[in-house]
């Protein structure tokens, strides 16, 4: 079946430093993918997504980028700040439907 | 972003009753609402897919007679743990998929904490 791999499950990063955080899909009929971060307890909010007609996508200071001939996608957060201290998931979409399915997530750490 | 609200926020119960979980969208209309469940330090699994007035579709794995969900109108759908058991402690989450401004996104929930003692 569908399946996304995520990389690395910790991540831990000095304030101003970047974190870049990969993942996998397996299903080439895959054609959107977001990234959530999610706070301990809280729900998960979408911070950026791309769909598959486009190579990188970027807001402020966080970046995605996707390579569909690798089935890879990863999210860049530059100047990181102790605020962005969260898990955070991939996820692909099961073909051109709006089901999704998520990675492993992700813990990063961002210390002061 | 759209806002979704989920109740209850937390909910114990005693194992063999039941439970059910509101899932809003309050500022759009959802065509399709999902529903997770959650672990400790876990990924979201999505349990099933739900489109107003019509019957929902489970993930395999997933028993239908157990986890009943309803989807009255675009913009409620409702998770019911039936008999539930300690083993159904988890987080439960929804979300709302629709239209937005220019694109068709996904919102989720708060989630719903369930306790089954």
């Known amino acids: 079946g569908e399946n996304v791999e995520q990389h690395p499950s910790t991540l831990s990063v000095q304030e101003g430093d970047s974190a870049v955080i990969k993942c996998t899909y397996s299903d080439s009929a895959s054609n959107y993918f977001p990234w959530y971060k999610q706070e301990l307890g809280k729900r998960p909010q979408l911070i950026i997504d791309?769909?598959?007609?486009?190579g990188e996508k970027k807001d402020q200071r966080i970046a995605v980028t996707l390579n569909k001939t690798a089935k890879h996608f990863s999210l860049h957060i530059t100047e990181t700040q102790p605020e962005d201290s969260a898990v955070y998931f991939c996820?692909?979409?099961?073909?051109?439907?709006?089901?999704?399915?998520f990675g492993t997530g992700t813990r990063l750490q961002v210390f002061p | 972003g759209a806002v979704v609200s989920q109740h209850p926020s937390r909910v114990i119960c005693k194992s063999g009753t039941s439970v059910k979980i509101e899932c809003r969208s309050l500022?759009?209309?959802?065509?399709?609402m999902f529903w997770y469940r959650q672990f400790p330090k876990q990924s979201l699994m999505l349990m099933a897919t739900s489109n107003e007035g019509s019957k929902a579709t489970y993930e395999q794995g997933v028993e239908k007679d157990k986890f009943l969900i309803n989807h009255a109108s675009l913009t409620l759908s409702t998770l019911t743990v039936t008999s539930a058991h300690p083993e159904d402690s988890s987080f439960y989450i929804c979300?709302?998929?629709?239209?937005?401004?220019?694109?068709?996104?996904?919102?989720f929930g708060p989630g719903t904490r369930l306790t089954v003692t």
């Open positions: 979300s709302a998929a629709g239209w937005g401004k220019t694109l068709y996104e996904q919102y």
């Open positions: 996820a692909a979409s099961i073909g051109d439907t709006d089901k999704l399915i």
């Open positions: 791309i769909r598959s007609n486009v």
């Open positions: 500022d759009f209309q959802a065509t399709t």
